[in-house]
């Protein structure tokens, strides 16, 4: 709604701009009076995501920081795996410290929601 208004608002100082000073591209007018509003707001940048977020909503869902993240495996001692629990292995997830066969449990636990 706010930028309808400020759409039309910009119009129609185009067009009487236009009427005064002759042609120059709509779009062109614009930008320069957008940059305007901006600089004269001290900047409005779009802050990035957050990296260190541990949880984030798709769709009403909220994915887990193992699916986001990126996370390598280390070793430690022998243990029952997390996704298969069926073989023991000496691979962990280093960050969700969690056993994990690297092929496939490690890849299936970091990127499916349902991994069982
Ligand atoms: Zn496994
Ligand atoms: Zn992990």
Same mark, same amino acid.
């Given at each position: 709604m706010f930028f309808r208004l400020l759409d039309l608002t910009i119009y129609n100082a185009y067009v009487m701009r236009k009427s005064l000073h002759g042609m120059k591209p709509f779009l062109d007018f614009k930008m320069n009076l957008i940059r305007q509003l901006i600089d004269s707001t001290g900047g409005v940048k779009p802050k990035p @995501?957050? @990296?260190?977020?541990?949880a984030r909503i798709r769709d009403g869902v909220e994915i887990p920081e193992r699916l986001t993240a990126r996370h390598f495996p280390g070793k430690g001692s022998k243990r029952a795996c997390h996704?298969?629990?069926?073989r023991r292995t000496v691979?962990?997830?280093?960050?969700?410290n969690i056993p994990l066969c690297v092929v496939p449990c490690f890849e299936k636990y970091h990127s499916q929601l349902n991994y069982k």
């Open positions: @995501p957050h @990296p260190t977020l541990s996704v298969c629990s069926k691979f962990t997830c280093k960050d969700c």
